[in-house]
T-cell receptor, first 108, second 116 residues
Framework: KNEVEQSPQNLTAQEGEFITINCSYS?????LHWLQQHPGGDIVSLFM???GKKKHGRLIATINIQEKHSSLHITASHPRDSAVYICAVGTSGSRLTFGEGTQLTVNP | DTEVTQTPKHLVMGMTNKKSLKCEQHMGHRAMYWYKQKAKKPPELMFV???????INESVPSRFSPECPNSSLLNLHLHALQPEDSALYLC???????????????FGEGSRLTVL
């Protein structure tokens, strides 16, 4: 079992839909990152969380430390949101453990 | 300046060549990382420099040689690579090591390496 599990692996939505991507982890962490990777490879850090909830524009990220679970929500999805979304957790030292990613496709 | 700049963006090299990948940031970040990413897979950590000292080497073959000349620069020297080393090489930086609550990551656009 991977230390970081994401679901779903693939997600197709229609423009305007509300999207949720989930991340569960099995290790103690000090921080959790949500990253967005576009087809060319460019990775953007969306959020870094150690507790609670953060919001940036149409994106919301939550984390429940007791349940070892985080969610990334996208409201009013748009085709430009199409990308791979990666959950990564900070464990010991400077290591991050990555999930396998969720491929999101938003159709117009 | 909130960018991590990687050069070159694309590199094609033969197995006997020596080349280098470069990464630069001017955000005052004290942790810098090299990751390797194969297609449709998450990034794999290769090296971490913390305060210009190599703090993590994830058992990377010696044909990859990292160097951190100063706090803004990170190089990855490549020699005698194999075709299976073809991948996207990503550099990242964070104010402090990314496992901690102050470790927000900033990634470069990557250098896509093809070894013939």
């Amino acid at each position: 079992k991977n230390e970081v599990e994401q679901s779903p692996q693939n997600l197709t939505a229609q423009e305007g839909e509300f999207i949720t991507i989930n991340c569960s982890y099995s290790v103690g962490i000090s921080a959790l990152h949500w990253l967005q990777q576009h087809p060319g490879g460019d990775i953007v850090s969306l959020f870094m969380l150690s507790s609670g909830k953060k919001k940036h524009g149409r994106l919301i990220a939550t984390i429940n430390i007791q349940e070892k679970h985080s969610s990334l929500h996208i409201t009013a999805s748009h085709p430009r949101d199409s990308a791979v979304y990666i959950c990564a957790v900070g464990t010991s030292g400077s290591r991050l453990t990555f999930g396998e990613g969720t491929q999101l496709t938003v159709n117009p | 300046d909130t960018e991590v700049t990687q050069t070159p963006k694309h590199l094609v090299m033969g197995m006997t060549n020596k080349k280098s990948l470069k990464c630069e940031q001017h955000m005052g970040h004290r942790a810098m990382y090299w990751y390797k990413q194969k297609a449709k897979k998450p990034p794999e950590l290769m090296f971490v420099y913390s305060y210009e000292k190599l703090s993590i080497n994830e058992s990377v073959p010696s044909r990859f040689s990292p160097e951190c000349p100063n706090s803004s620069l990170l190089n990855l020297h490549l020699h005698a690579l194999q075709p299976e080393d073809s991948a996207l090489y990503l550099c990242a930086s964070s104010p402090l090591p990314a496992s901690g609550p102050s470790g927000e990551l900033f990634f470069g656009e990557g250098s896509r390496l093809t070894v013939l």
